[in-house]
């Protein structure tokens, strides 16, 4: 015969299910997916970069000495030769400027020609960590990540084993919020999917 749970048993199961739920709210965050992406680099900040290359001087700093300030064209990863077309086009984007008006480092690269090497240096991080609801994240409809990092960019155009221009940018510091909405939820892939064959 069925016997109803005691009172007395109820109340220690809803206890147990609230602390369980409490439990799962106070860790949901940690539960949230998180990326990071680096290209492979001897610096650890757009700073530290920055101040390296700085050290890198027009007509005076030699292959070698780039090489030991963290900056080796043969050795490095994510580092691109740019042939020579594309180089002219780097260095001298605009037309309208005159050829005299250029930088002194820039004119020797381009009357040198395929003597002239240029390299570009692409060093950073980036991290990506999902915030906001688990729930609403864990069943795709809505899903926001914060995505942190730099990113540095270094130009180096080279004549017989020494520098003739040098120039750098990038991104400092990055800050930047990725919000995603799927009405559909979990359905979501599915709808698309549907109204691709619809269009067809």
């Given at each position: ?98 050829f005299e008006a250029l930088d002194p480092g820039i004119r020797e690269c381009l009357l040198a020609r395929q003597a002239c090497q240029a390299y570009e240096f692409r060093f950073g991080r980036e991290a990506s960590r999902r915030e906001g ?68």
């Amino acid at each position: 015969m069925f016997r109803r749970p005691s009172r007395h048993f109820a109340t220690r199961c809803a206890a147990l299910a609230l602390l369980l739920a409490a439990m799962l709210t106070a860790g949901c965050a940690g539960m949230l997916p998180r990326a990071d992406n680096e290209a492979r680099s001897p610096f650890d900040s757009y700073a530290a970069a920055a101040s390296a290359f700085d050290r890198i001087l027009g007509h005076e700093t030699t292959v070698a000495q780039m090489r030991a300030l963290g900056f080796d064209p043969a050795a490095s990863a994510n580092v691109t030769v740019i042939p020579y077309p594309q180089l002219t086009a780097r260095l001298s984007p605009d037309p309208g400027v005159p050829f005299e008006a250029l930088d002194p480092g820039i004119r020797e690269c381009l009357l040198a020609r395929q003597a002239c090497q240029a390299y570009e240096f692409r060093f950073g991080r980036e991290a990506s960590r999902r915030e906001g609801n688990f729930l609403l994240d864990f069943l795709n409809f809505r899903r926001t990540a914060r995505v942190t990092g730099w990113h540095f960019n270094g130009l180096v155009a080279v004549r017989d084993e020494v520098v003739l221009f040098r120039s750098y940018g990038g991104e400092p510091h990055g800050d930047r919020v990725e919000r995603q909405v799927n009405p559909l939820g979990p359905l979501q892939p599915a709808g698309e999917a549907a109204g691709q064959l619809l269009r067809r």
